[in-house]
DNA sequence: TCGCAGCGATACGTCAACGTTTCACATCGT
DNA sequence: ACGATGTGAAACGTTGACGTATCGCTGCGA
């Protein structure tokens, strides 16, 4: 037993961890939860079949500790912005993200999975009210301003704005520009 | 060869079509698009493996057959109401519609096959737009008749609306109740 | 009526992934 | 230095679904 600094110390074990979590979402994000496989994601990162079930006792197990660990709050730096412009900054953000990156490629893979496993589900839904968090607070914050009207609902107008990102990404071929943002905001905090 | 009276006149094809291709859409909304099987489409239709090897050539094309068969417009009737509240019924009825049904269900599997499989992405992506026709359509309609203001643009209006009720039915755990729907309206459409 | 066509069932070989086990080797902490 | 431990690779039997082929049966339509 070792004198338990942190909770791994031995670096093999870290790195092998790190390059299979890695694997795992990159897995996630090409092929989608359906096809992703224990044997896949060794491959991918180079590593031992049984390095994994030594660690992890099976796939989903495996990609909730990927997100777990690659849980990062990502908010951007909206400096001290007008509310608008913070709002407008932020949307413009996310909507980047979910344009395009190996992250936005999981979102339907995490949906599909939410739909059928309660842990998959527990998860995507506690991250993604962590992420709408901030939005919800800045409008919040716009309403005690008088920037934003009083009969504006934090909650149903942070569904809107992310709705239209996720909607236009996830419904039609057409992603959200990220440069209209701003008309979103407008839109809906008129 | 028959006289060719429709497409098909074998009242035991036609029959073993539907219970497949209605089988086909349960076992989507159930386990998903991962984990449907031709096998088990099979056995919930209570039909031999050979008759769907038969008719199609793999999972996808029958599902993809089965979406563009059960492919029915759903839009409720709008009478002759006042366009904000016309707006608010169908989208009270899309709530309904997304919160709890077998197409419900569907959704998630939709959307993680349109990820992957460009013939799936079309179906998607062309049935979600013609279904949110008729919304671009009424605020159209309220934009001429002056009940909406000009600034408006439809689409990114209707992403938003539309968008918000997908967005809390795939990323939380709380669908919007479809009496919420003409909040939703005042809110976007102020 | 009667032959043909489509049916449901079942068996088959193939393949991919499962999860386990074994092994020699590299790297760790002491 | 060295024993302990984690590693990547490989082999294994098992399972589940694949897609094909072959039944005898039913019920269609001419």
Redesign the interface.
Known sequence: MSAGAGRESDPRVERSRRVILTAAVGELAD?????VTIESIATRAGVGKSTIYRHWPDKLALIADAFETFHERMVPDLGDLPVRDAIAVLLGHVAEVVVDSTFS?CI??L??G???DQRV?EF??RY??ERRQALIELINGGIREGQIKQ???PE??T??????????R????EP?DPA?AS??V???L?
């Open positions: 092929v989608g939860y359906g096809r490629r339907p893979a949906i599909e939410a739909e059928r589900r995507h839904h993604s009210a009969s504006v609902d149903l107008a569904s809107a704005l992310l709705g239209a990102i996720f909607y236009r996830l419904m039609t071929s959200l209209d008309r979103l407008d839109l809906v008129a």
